[in-house]
């Protein structure tokens, strides 16, 4: 299985464990994730208005260069980067004067939505299967308590989702299948504050502490996620909490890729058991 | 700042949404993770634009902490989408230079420790 792999501006940064993991994991499941020569970043953002292409330009000029290396479908790993492209390819493949101008702007080419953008959760689910991963893990998941946490990003709007937009299973099916507990909470589909962290700390550390405190509610001792915002927003309230409460115990925010490397048996990531602790649960 | 006459008309050339047909029902409100933060809920953002209170509208802070999570777009009854609606009115003010971001005022700590993906979204959003 060969893919085009678009990496995005944080994966060779702030979360490198996120790329390395999915590397390995990737090669173990068959996967060949072929990253290209030239990229730049995917914008971080969809545009929400209507009248201006050119924050489009350059995930489409991703897609147009996937598809001019004959590619059989874009994998991401970061929500966002996921968010944006298949926005993209959703939008040129819907709206003929928008894809025209986008086109005759990058003057590089044709490009009408053909390939497909893929997450790396989506590969795992429908071309290996999990019945087929459950065959290739060493060590089950045993003891782990895992609050999936989804976000915005891969879920909504509806149209580019990857999953069933209000009652996702594709994270919980995932980690059930590695052996893990998976727990119910009713923020695993809230915003945990995205990039309100840069221009309103205080704002945004209240709205991502709910989310931490209703996973630790339910008993989580780990919360999985595959956004690098997320993973920064989610760890950030924590160690602010830290400062002022020094009994409290953080709960391990990891990438889901992380937790498949450990089920796969890759030993770099055999680690990770002994830095997730279990949270006080305040609800007893 | 000059304010037009025909700011709703404005918001729909931008942002594609026509904020007449909501009818105030309040699910954006109630869905937004942000809205007990905001100083008014995104519903009576909605009013406001759809009355012309322009003034009182563009001084609220609703659409600054608008994090674009799409939830209120999602569930909209009525098919408009509030967080476009945010993003339009945040490009208008945005063409004044005092309302975007003011990257020497962020903190060391922000700028070394938030994400690029952080600090791109921001850019792209204030700026």
Partial sequence: ????????????????????????????????????????????????????????????????????????GLITLCSACYNVLKRTNHLVKHDVDKRR???????????????????????????????????????????????????????????????????????????TSLGAEVLQYPYRMVCCSAYISVVAEEIANQVAKRVIESAVEHGANCIATSCPLCFYNLNHVQEKIVESDTLYRKVTVIYFTQLLAVALGLKDYAHIFDSINTPINKSF | MQIDANFVEKIKEISGQDIRVCYQCGMCSGVCPMSHLMDHPPRILMIL???????????????????????????????????????????????????????????????TTVPLQGLISASRKYF
């Fill in chain 1, 1 to 72: 299985m060969e893919y085009t792999y678009f990496p995005g501006c944080t994966l060779y940064n702030y979360s490198k464990v996120f790329n390395e993991s999915a590397q390995e994991v990737a090669k173990v499941l068959g996967i060949n994730m072929v990253e290209p020569d030239l990229w730049q970043c995917c914008g971080a953002v969809f545009p929400l208005v209507t009248n201006n292409v050119m924050p489009m330009v350059s995930p489409f000029r991703t897609l147009l260069r996937a598809k001019q290396k004959g590619s059989q």
């Fill in chain 1, 101 to 175: 101008q986008l086109e005759s702007f990058l003057a590089e080419g044709e490009y009408g939505g053909e390939i497909p953008v893929l997450h790396l959760l989506e590969i795992i689910r429908d071309k290996i299967g999990y019945a087929a991963l459950e065959e290739k893990i060493k060590v089950t998941l045993d003891g782990l308590r895992i609050a999936p946490y989804y976000g915005c990003l891969l879920l909504r709007p509806a149209e580019v989702a990857l999953d069933n937009p209000d009652n996702p299973r594709i994270l919980e099916d995932l980690f």
């Fill in chain 2, 49 to 111: 634009l759809q009355r012309g209170v322009i003034k009182e509208a563009l001084a609220t802070r609703t659409f600054w902490l608008c994090a674009s999570c799409l939830k209120c777009s999602c569930y909209c009854p009525r098919g408009v989408s509030p967080s476009q609606v945010m993003e339009a009115v945040r490009v208008i003010l945005l063409k004044d230079a005092n309302y975007r971001l003011k990257y020497d005022q962020l903190s060391t700590e922000i700028l």
